[in-house]
């Protein structure tokens, strides 16, 4: 069935006289999920609305009415982003299980205008994975432990887990996924899809569970890079409610157009040798990246060395301390009926007293978050400019300039670790800090396999520069077809 969802999905996106329907798309997709899901722990809920506006979509199309490139393609969302659909935003927390707002998120509504059929809600890292530095990746009070398509026993990463593992079994043809650090491009590399985190600012984050103002972003995660440019080309834009997205409308271009396969050709890119070495199998399959990306034309620029250990640092303050505050306003614009859980206080609380939500880790990062002083103090402030510095100029723009380069490539993450509820996440590192904290974007696109277990290329570059990596990405995916199905197995095979 997970095939026949992404034939349908896909016909939709060509478009064309044979076309399917999107009340056949939905429905397919609905019985994958029926199918699937009991093993995946992908989905939390579909939106029980979900056929009637696919129905009216397709009424629509028959009117000669056609929203969008994606009209009538049904698209799953992130557990901590708001629709309007009679479901809950849970952030997969128990304290939010009866969060109906009934209200679209401005990324959800843009999705909706462009004609997509709201399928439901993907399962997550519960609170986006800040819980806890012990924490299951793909594992939330709600919606259980997300699993990983290509080998069940392994994870799917997080935070976005859900949205990953969703698109790539074929539950979904598409999906957005949010990031902090990590929390789309890490379960896109894993789950074999192309996943990206756009420039801070370029999609608006109201109504969407927070973190960090300084670090979230809401992003596609699918299989191909035409599809990641169409969704981002629909959910980017100017939000008066989020100021970080002002220069966005301006910033803003149709990101499908003009995909070349030859856009790698004498484009000079730098190679983050520091972000290598999560395992021996990773770095060949990295090798080999590095050989495609020669052959189509690229010049590589090696970059051994860059010391991330004082932005990890700084990071550390920030997140907390704006996890305290942020978490705080979400909760203020929720009903107090439905979620008496008002402040990080009272989460933690809650938490304390509900055993399911304490059965594998603890909660000691809220604990650190709760201790912090608040977006006024000194440390906070400092740590922020310090990170935002040495990240951006001082990190990614330096290391373009002194290279000469347009754009960095780095492996994403290494494959797939085994599920451990009792140790947790047995996690070996990724690419993914410096533009996250830089709040600059970061494509990942399938590179290929570890023991059948994806792995991704990260394209990193400056900020607003979503249009170059997704053509660099393009020009990759095009010369390589990497990514596979997954094949459903038990575990890895000795």
Wanted: overall charge neutral; aromatic content about 6%; some cysteine.
């Amino acid at each position: 069935m997970t095939k026949f969802a992404c034939l349908a999905a896909l016909a939709l996106i060509a478009g064309g006289a044979q076309a399917q329907t999107a009340e056949d798309a939905t429905k397919t997709a609905l019985a994958a999920i029926q199918d699937k899901n009991p093993v995946l722990h992908a989905v939390i809920a579909t939106n029980p609305n979900a056929l009637t506006d696919a129905r009216a979509l397709d009424a629509e199309r028959k009117a000669g009415k056609v929203r969008s490139a994606l009209h009538g393609v049904p698209i799953l969302l992130k557990d901590n982003i708001e629709s309007a659909d009679p479901l809950p935003t849970t952030a997969g927390s128990l304290a939010l299980k009866d969060n109906v707002t009934g209200r679209d998120a401005p990324i959800a509504k843009r999705l909706r205008d462009a004609g997509l059929v709201m399928l439901g809600k993907a399962n997550l890292s519960e609170w986006a994975n800040i819980r806890s530095g012990k924490s299951i990746s793909g594992w939330s009070a709600v919606g259980g432990t997300v699993r990983n398509p290509y080998v069940l026993d392994r994870s799917a990463c997080g935070s976005s887990s859900g949205s990953g593992a969703a698109v790539a079994a074929g539950l979904a043809p598409l999906a957005i996924g949010t990031e902090t650090d990590g929390s789309i491009t890490c379960p896109a590399a894993i789950n074999g899809l192309v996943g990206l985190k756009p420039t801070v600012g370029l999609v608006s984050r109201t109504h969407i569970v927070p973190i960090s103002h300084s670090q979230d972003t809401a992003g596609p995660m699918t299989a191909t890079v035409v599809d990641a440019a169409k969704v981002l080309t629909i959910i980017a834009g100017s939000d008066p409610a989020d100021p970080a997205t002002k220069e966005a409308d301006a910033r803003k271009t149709d990101y499908a157009a003009g995909l070349s396969k030859d856009a790698l050709k004498g484009v000079k890119l730098a190679v983050a040798r520091f972000y290598t070495g999560y395992s021996p199998k990773t770095d060949a399959v990295f090798e080999a990246a590095l050989k495609d990306l020669q052959a189509q034309g690229a010049i590589l620029v090696e970059v051994k060395a860059f010391d991330e250990g004082p932005i990890g640092k700084a990071e550390g303050l920030v997140l907390y301390t704006e996890l305290k505050a942020d978490l705080a306003t979400y909760l203020a614009s929720t009903d107090p009926k439905k979620v008496p859980t008002r402040t990080l206080a009272d989460v933690i609380a809650f938490n304390a007293a509900t055993p399911k939500e304490l059965e594998w880790f603890g909660q000691e990062t809220f604990e650190k978050a709760q201790a912090t002083k608040g977006l006024t103090d000194p440390e906070y402030l400092k740590a922020l400019a310090d990170s935002k510095r040495l990240a951006g100029p001082e990190g990614i723009d330096r290391i373009l300039r002194e290279a000469g380069a347009i754009a960095i490539v780095a492996p994403t993450t290494g494959p797939a670790w085994t599920i451990d509820p009792l140790n947790g996440d047995n996690y070996g590192g990724s690419a993914t800090t410096l533009p996250a904290v830089a709040g600059y974007p970061h494509l990942t696109v399938p590179m290929g396999a570890v023991s059948g277990l994806p792995v991704g290329l990260s394209f990193i570059g400056p900020a607003w520069s979503e249009k170059l990596l997704l053509n660099l990405g393009f020009a990759y995916e095009q010369a390589t077809r990497h990514r596979k199905a997954p094949g459903f197995l038990k575990t890895v095979a000795p």
